[in-house]
């Protein structure tokens, strides 16, 4: 049977009742956990994770897929809305989305979110369905070397594109590097930068408590501080026609960011143990280095927007494939997904294609299904999104500070969580008064834990010889590039200063 009928066959299983109404339901959910500071699709995942066994197994797993593409979608809302990230796979999303909210444009921001997540999503269907295994071994080739390659290309894109005070941005990454070290070494199984002996430095420092600390406090404490405690209100304004405006004016502007997310997104997302946040911060970085308007990046350009936002949901369908093909969870959501199917008695890895069509192709079919729902459900509550931009922000402010504290105690449940939030809040405050770009330091916390142990693993496997990451007909290229776009300024002022004297002579 070829792959068309048996997509087909998946798309009637995925709208029989049941799995239609478990589809609406997830996604739905999904959208407002995915909005909640603190919860994401991990948690989400979790936590209702008992409530599928109420139901059959393959309608199970298409529920929890509907609540996994609901929270890619819902990060975005608070991200723009309230510039306190839903997730650590939107923090990506917050560079533009807030500046572009406090335009006056969230509408603008929310609609490209939506198109943006939509196409990405469809885009990984796509690939998902027509070479899912082929993919999945170009996925198993890459190894240590690649996967550090990759990460340096990204640090490589702030440094060379950021248009920021470049030792600021240097420094800012190697903060964020020293914060991704704390904790237990994941070699050596040692802890190490535990300061002032405190316990709670042992887990390390959870992202998302940067994040919300950052975003969340931080942001909030800059705002009070620009507004001297008046009465303010961000202007927003919502209509069917503006909808219509916003999609085409944003759309117009972002889809070369939209491709590149789509296509990027989907690729680290297959990459075992990488997930979506990466590929959202990458996909980023390559948008912002590919665009011809690369400095209003940060401003509020809706490409900064749409880039990380197609990269977010198409990642999280190429984090499905390593999962269902081979049995490698491709994100912390897909592990949680994949200790379901276990539960269920479903075996993943090359065979069940074989052994479970019924069960494989539903959930494909399901997963087109589920990105048709979560963007006309996340469009049709945008207005309910506008409305909470018009509440004064002395009024907002306070609800700001209580999720962000829930949020940064929901992730570990530990006080010494919360502690950070409000140190990191008001550290990011006092940087950005001294003109320090924060979004290296929260790309080096997200990447460091994925950098690190990849670097040294490569460097075990060639006995100290650095060459491997030059040696390789993957990891390479990568690293050359990695290395143009670091030296990039320099070379940049090299050439107007050797202009100049010309032009002087």
């Avoid at 509907?66 to 510039?83: P, V």
């Avoid at 996925?139 to 990460?151: D, K, N, T, V």
């Amino acid at each position: 049977m070829d792959t068309f009928s048996l997509l087909t066959d998946g798309f009637l299983l995925a709208v029989q009742p049941l799995n239609l109404a478990l589809i609406i339901a997830g996604v739905t959910l999904g959208l407002f956990i995915g909005a909640m500071p603190g919860l994401g699709s991990v948690n989400g995942v979790a936590i209702l994770l008992p409530v599928t066994f109420l139901v059959p197994p393959g309608s199970a797993i298409i529920f929890l897929a509907a609540i996994y593409y609901g929270a890619m979608y819902g990060g975005a809302i608070s991200s723009i809305t309230m510039g306190i990230p839903g997730a650590s796979t939107a923090v990506a999303t917050t560079f533009d989305g807030r500046p572009l909210a406090l335009k006056g444009r969230a509408s603008l921001a929310l609609v490209v979110a939506a198109i943006a997540s939509f196409i990405g999503g469809s885009v990984a269907n796509i690939l998902f369905t027509l070479f899912a295994p082929p993919l999945a071994s170009v996925a198993l080739s890459f190894g240590p070397p690649e996967i550090f390659a990759l990460m340096m290309l990204a640090f490589a894109t702030f440094v060379g594109l950021g248009g920021d005070d470049i030792p600021k941005t240097i420094l800012s990454i190697c903060f964020g590097l020293v914060l991704s070290a704390v904790g237990f070494d994941a070699i050596s199984g040692a802890p190490r930068l535990v300061f002032f002996d405190i316990s709670g430095f042992l887990h390390g420092i959870n992202f998302l408590v940067l994040a919300i600390g950052v975003y969340g406090i931080g942001e909030m404490i800059w705002t009070l501080d620009s507004t001297r405690g008046k009465l303010t209100t961000t202007k927003a304004s919502m209509s069917f026609s503006g909808v219509i405006k916003d999609a085409k004016e944003g759309m117009g502007r972002s889809w070369k960011g939209t491709t590149i997310g789509s296509f990027g997104g989907f690729f680290v997302g297959m990459l075992p143990a990488a997930g979506a946040t990466p590929g959202s911060l990458m996909a980023y970085g390559v948008a912002k280095m590919v665009s011809r308007e690369s400095q209003e990046f940060g401003k509020g350009h809706p490409e900064g927007v749409a880039a990380p936002e197609a990269a977010n949901n198409s990642a999280s369908t190429g984090a499905m494939l390593p999962m269902l093909t081979l049995g490698i969870p491709g994100s912390p959501t897909t592990a949680i997904l994949l200790g379901g199917m276990i539960i269920w008695g479903l075996v993943p890895g090359p065979r069940l294609f074989i052994d479970e069509p019924e069960f494989v192709w539903g959930l494909i079919g399901s997963f087109y299904v589920s990105n048709f729902f979560a963007v006309i459900v996340n469009i049709a509550l945008i207005p309910l999104f506008i409305w909470m931009l018009r509440t004064p922000f002395t009024i907002l402010a306070p609800m700001i500070f209580v999720l962000s504290v829930v949020g940064g105690y929901a992730a570990m449940q530990d006080m010494h969580d919360v502690w950070l939030l409000l140190i990191f809040g008001f550290g990011a405050y006092f940087l950005r008064k001294l003109d320090y770009p924060l979004a290296p330091a929260v790309l080096a916390i997200v990447l460091g834990p994925i950098a690190e142990p990849t670097l040294r693993q490569s460097l075990l496997l060639s006995s100290g010889d650095p060459m491997i990451f030059f040696s390789r007909g993957i990891s390479g290229p990568i690293m050359v590039i990695a290395i143009i776009l670091i030296f990039l300024p320099l070379l940049k002022k090299i050439f107007y200063r050797g202009r100049a004297t010309k032009a002087r002579a």
